[in-house]
């Protein structure tokens, strides 16, 4: 198929965060079926998809065993999620939807099963569940195709590193338009990697990622999806006070005024030691021990979170990726990179992982749109460039 200069060669939608079925959930299925329908409209050369960046199924993924008691109530639950999406319809077919993990679908832990819950094996195998519309479903990165079931595969992970590092490589995913080239990366490997002191494995990972990147058309826009994001402005759950005032959260003061009133802050600390010690000590205790020790595995400001990040805008520079999307944070954001210091390079951050929860947001260096609501990204591939656009329920 020819195209012309601003036609519209595809369509990609990119939801993060989406493993609750909800009304908001229901209500950006129904924007995204109705989004498919204009794009269709216009006769791309390549048929729209989805891209699910992460936390497909909270709080703690698929359960491993079935028949302990309480499982079923997980594989409910991606039941529902299932029928929702199996309304997103392209001429009488569901519109693929491409998946990669997040830390929720691992149970917070990628190299051991917790509790029965977190086999990330069970994905590949969603027809054993009976998951409404799953054979349009594909999950990245791995190939599972030489395993003949979840349990064939979950014996060759359990207790393996170096083969999960093996099995989940970062690898293209397929069937994009031949003008993206898109690498699916698991980010919760690799923080578990970097927190169980697996230093040797996260650094084959990245070797693995460079490989992949090496193999990237010149024609082609080169994209990187990820869950956990290398920059955020967004607040995830517990994170330090200290990271939060002086980490990437400083920038939340844009204005003169708004930094000098941070300032003024050890003046009022000294004030209530001498007026209200006590009030004091009880209302500064959780933010000083915050501010001491760093925070989750999860969040920006922890060792491992800042490990991965740092090696992930150095490849993203180094490569000159042209965006990198993820989810994780309860937000949309759009962030040029290059705003952000000691960064190389002009590549776009898109983070959207608001498909089922909503967390707070602010503008930090880089940041060309930020939303705190139920969203996701479409982006439009056209001759002349990508659009991305972020849309709310």
Not at 5 to 20: K, P, Q
Request: no cysteine.
């Amino acid at each position: 198929m020819k195209v012309s200069e601003g036609d519209v060669i595809s369509t990609v939608f990119l939801i993060g965060d989406l493993g609750r079925p909800s009304a908001p959930l229901e209500n950006l299925i129904d924007a995204i079926s109705h989004d498919v329908s204009e794009a269709t409209a216009q006769t791309p050369r390549s048929a729209p998809m989805i891209l699910g960046l992460g936390d497909n199924l909270y709080e703690k993924g698929l359960p491993h065993d079935l028949e302990v008691p309480g499982a079923e109530a997980e594989v409910a639950t991606l039941r529902a999620i299932g029928t929702q999406f199996a309304r997103i319809q392209n001429k009488g077919h569901q519109v693929p939807l491409m998946l990669i993990p997040g830390n929720h679908d691992y149970n917070d832990d990628a190299l051991a099963i917790r509790n029965n819950l977190g086999d990330i094996s069970r994905w590949y195998f969603l027809e054993e569940l009976a998951i409404d519309g799953a054979d349009a479903w594909t999950h990245l990165p791995g190939d599972a195709s030489r395993f003949g079931s979840a349990a064939e595969l979950f014996d060759h992970l359990e207790g393996d590193p170096a083969a999960r590092v093996e099995f989940m490589a970062p690898m293209p995913i397929p069937g994009f338009d031949p003008g993206l080239f898109v690498i699916a990366v698991d980010s919760e490997l690799i923080l578990d990697l970097y927190a169980q002191g697996y230093k040797d494995l996260a650094a084959s990972y990245w070797q693995r990622l460079e490989r992949v990147l090496l193999k990237a058309p010149d024609d082609a826009w080169l994209m990187i999806a990820a869950h956990h994001p290398p920059v955020t402005y967004g607040k995830h759950g517990k994170m330090s006070f200290g990271n939060w005032m002086f980490g990437q959260g400083w920038p939340q003061f844009p204005q003169v005024w708004q930094k000098a009133l941070v300032a003024t802050l050890p003046l009022g600390i000294l004030l209530g030691v001498v007026v209200y010690p006590a009030a004091l000590a009880i209302a500064a205790a959780p933010p000083l021990a915050n501010s001491i020790v760093s925070g989750r595995k999860q969040d920006v400001g922890s060792d491992p979170y800042d490990q991965y990040a740092a090696e992930f805008l150095k490849l993203t520079a180094e490569y000159e990726v042209d965006a990198v999307v993820a989810g994780h944070d309860h937000s949309t954001q759009i962030i040029e990179l290059s705003a952000i210091e000691g960064f190389s390079g002009d590549s776009l951050l898109v983070i959207t992982g608001a498909g089922s929860d909503v967390g707070p947001v602010r503008r930090g260096p880089g940041t060309v749109a930020y939303l705190s609501n139920h969203s996701y990204v479409r982006v439009t591939q056209r001759t002349g460039g990508l659009i991305f656009e972020i849309i709310d329920q």
